[in-house]
Every structure is written in structure tokens, then in C-alpha cells.
């Protein structure tokens, strides 16, 4: 029985599973779509796999959700296939999976609001998370909480919303309104939840004092950037 090569068996099984599928299908390279259903890998399965076969150096996309064996990657199938041509099905391995450890991606964050808050006047503020840029894309959304608290506000109540960020721009609008106080605070705190649950280890946060008067200021931006954790590799 022949071994599979070392490089493969440091595949995760459903990268295995990604090349032998190109083997059987003949192509270099396919939709995610069709990829999915050809090797019957859940929606989370394909992106853990084919972000381990991008950064492996043996798989580039090309255009929208197209996949492509490079020469490296082609080099990898064709001592896929030789293994399998030489070892009995019920005794084929699919790879093996080794802990990882998690993938953090920076965003910036980026609270636009009035240089002055009128007094008792409600405003517009918005939250937006900028673009990611080449080195920290990512191929499933990040769940993210924005909670935002008015200090001095004529109610401090907890404006609370999640949203959804993968690789390009998203912003949230929130309502805020100053007391009668000549300084209020808007304080942000930004975290990452999965299934529900806070990760606490991919949160960050800001707070800006603003001055309060009769008439609102022209808008200013201020920004933080936070790591948030790649949920393909969760």
C-alpha cells in the first residue's frame, strides 16, 4: 500500500475531499457552487477547506466564487490521484486535520457624529466598519454587537444592533440626543458573537467626548481598528 505524501496528509479531509473532486471532474477549475454539491461539504466545510488549499499555494480564485488549481496545485492532484490508483478505496485516507490556531483579521472602525451635539436635538450617528484590505479577506461573515451609550445623554439608555461584516464596507445608523450638560460622551464597544455568544477575545472599543451647544457641528470621523476572529476557521 502506498502512503499518501506528506503534504496531503497535512490537508484538513475536506481539502482532500476539494481535490479529488477536481480529479473526477476533469476541470482545473469550478464554481464554489459546484464544488459544494460535487463533494457534498457544508457551506462552512468548502470555506475552511479552500481558504487551507488557497494559502497552501495550490488553489487561486478567479472571478466570482471560481476556483483554480495553479501548476502547484495540479502537481498535488496528480500525486493525489497516483495514491488512490494504488490504494484500495477502504483503505484511503482523506487527510488529516491538525489544531490551528485561530485567524485574526484586522478591521477599522469608524464612529462619524457632530463635532458639536445640540442640546436636546436628536442626531444621526454612524457606525461603519471600512473595507478589508488584501491580506485579511475573508470567506464566511463575522457576526458583530454595536453597542453604543450616550453619557450625559438626555437618556443613557443602550442602543444595541449586530450586523454582519465579511470584505466590504457595512455601516449602522443610530439615533443619539445630548442632555442639558456641556460635554457628553459617546462610548462604542464592538464584539464579535457566534451562535449568540460574545467572543470576548475579539472585542475593542472607544468613547469621544463631544462639547454640547445650541446648534450641531459639521460632522467629524474617528476610528479604532479591532481583530476580529475568522470564522472560517472556527
Given at each position: 500500500m502506498m502512503e499518501m505524501p506528506y503534504n496531503l496528509r497535512t490537508l484538513p479531509p475536506e481539502a482532500v475531499d476539494i481535490l479529488r473532486f477536481y480529479g473526477s471532474n476533469g476541470a482545473a477549475s469550478a464554481h464554489a457552487d459546484d464544488i459544494?454539491?460535487?463533494?457534498?461539504?457544508?457551506?462552512?466545510?468548502?470555506g475552511k477547506a479552500i481558504r487551507r488549499l488557497?494559502?497552501?499555494?495550490?488553489?487561486?480564485?478567479?472571478?466570482?466564487?471560481?476556483?483554480?488549481?495553479n501548476d502547484n496545485g495540479r502537481k498535488a492532484l496528480a500525486e493525489l490521484l497516483e495514491y488512490d490508483l494504488m490504494t484500495p478505496p477502504e483503505e484511503r485516507s482523506r487527510g488529516m486535520e491538525r489544531e490551528i490556531e485561530p485567524r485574526f483579521v484586522k478591521r477599522r472602525v469608524i464612529v462619524a457624529a457632530p463635532q458639536t451635539l445640540p442640546v436636546q436635538q436628536p442626531v444621526t450617528v454612524v457606525v461603519g466598519v471600512d473595507e478589508a484590505d488584501e491580506?485579511?479577506?475573508v470567506m464566511l461573515p463575522m457576526h458583530l454587537t454595536?453597542?453604543?451609550?450616550?453619557l450625559h445623554g438626555d437618556s443613557n439608555a443602550l442602543?444595541?444592533?449586530?450586523?454582519?461584516?465579511?470584505?466590504?464596507?457595512?455601516?449602522h445608523t443610530f439615533e443619539v440626543t445630548a442632555g442639558r450638560y456641556t460635554q457628553a460622551r459617546l462610548r462604542l464597544q464592538v464584539c464579535q458573537s457566534e451562535n449568540g455568544e460574545i467572543d470576548e477575545s475579539a472585542c475593542g472599543g472607544m468613547a469621544v467626548d463631544f462639547p454640547v451647544g445650541?446648534?450641531?457641528?459639521?460632522?467629524?470621523?474617528?476610528?479604532?481598528?479591532?481583530?476580529?476572529?475568522?470564522t472560517t476557521e472556527i
Open positions: 459544494i454539491v460535487g463533494t457534498g461539504l457544508s457551506d462552512r466545510g468548502f488557497v494559502t497552501k499555494g495550490l488553489v487561486v480564485m478567479d472571478g466570482d466564487q471560481v476556483y483554480r488549481l491580506d485579511d479577506l454595536l453597542r453604543l451609550t450616550t442602543l444595541d444592533t449586530e450586523i454582519s461584516v465579511e470584505n466590504r464596507p457595512v455601516q445650541e446648534i450641531a457641528g459639521d460632522y467629524a470621523a474617528y476610528g479604532i481598528e479591532v481583530m476580529l476572529k475568522d
